[in-house]
């Protein structure tokens, strides 16, 4: 089953304007990553954000987490029509019987930015 | 390589064939995944690979579904008898792996079942 949903499903805004997209997740978790992927190409890694994290910037982008409520949003500011994508949130899950962990993905959000 | 590489990028089989996907990590990271993505969805996990610990299979949909790593090297994904429903991009990935970190991804290997 998905750990992580993201919302909206798309989003369509204007080149300039400010996109976030929210994540939700179940479990506890050591970290989460966003990930990005143009179409029909493989996904590439954006930020990380840990638990004991709350906020981190990566240029244009600002990743909040709220481990209490279980969520994370990504904020992409000053958007581009380059900016065009999916974004799909990852969050680790402890394996069963072992210290490894494994990443599973929500369905992503399909950003569109207008020219 | 400096990336991860999939091969074939393309697939087009006949239902039932069997069909293998390759998957050559960059060197040295010991965690390798496979993901299945059907067309507008997310990333389905299917398994993982970490180091010489028992793989983790727990994502593999059905018995068709194998996989094999040899040590921290290639890693091939076989399909048996493929349906239509098999239909996907089928997306590699691999990290150097302490706790959780960054998974680098291949291209993906789009497989049709006709």
């Known amino acids: 089953s998905q750990q992580g949903e993201e919302d909206p499903q798309a989003l369509s805004i204007q080149e300039g304007e400010n996109a976030t997209m929210n994540c939700s997740y179940k479990t506890s978790i050591n970290n989460l990553q966003w990930y990005r992927q143009n179409s029909g190409r493989g996904l590439v890694h954006l930020i990380l954000?840990?638990?004991?994290?709350r906020e981190k910037h990566s240029g244009r982008l600002r990743v909040t987490l709220d481990t209490s409520k279980k969520s994370s949003s990504l904020l992409i500011t000053a958007s581009r029509a380059a900016d065009t994508a999916s974004y799909f949130c990852a969050t680790d899950a402890q394996m069963s019987g072992g210290s490894n962990y494994k990443l599973t993905f929500g369905k992503g959000t399909l950003l569109t930015v207008n020219p | 390589g400096a990336g991860v590489s999939q091969s074939p990028s393309n697939k087009v089989t006949e239902k039932g064939k069997d069909v293998e996907l390759r998957c050559d990590p960059i060197?040295?990271?010991?965690?390798l995944y496979w993901y299945r993505q059907r067309l507008g969805q997310g990333l389905e996990f299917l398994i993982y690979?970490?180091?010489?610990?028992?793989?983790?299979k727990s994502g593999l949909p059905s018995d068709r579904f194998s996989a094999e790593r040899t040590g921290e090297s290639v890693s091939t994904l076989t399909i048996q008898r493929t349906q239509q429903e098999d239909s996907a991009v089928y997306l590699c990935?691999?990290?150097?792996?302490?706790?959780?970190?960054?998974?680098?991804f291949g291209e993906g290997s789009r497989l049709t079942v006709l």
């Open positions: 954000i840990r638990s004991n994290e």
């Open positions: 060197s040295g990271h010991t965690a």
């Open positions: 690979f970490q180091g010489n610990s028992a793989p983790d």
């Open positions: 990935a691999s990290s150097f792996l302490l706790g959780t970190g960054e998974l680098f």
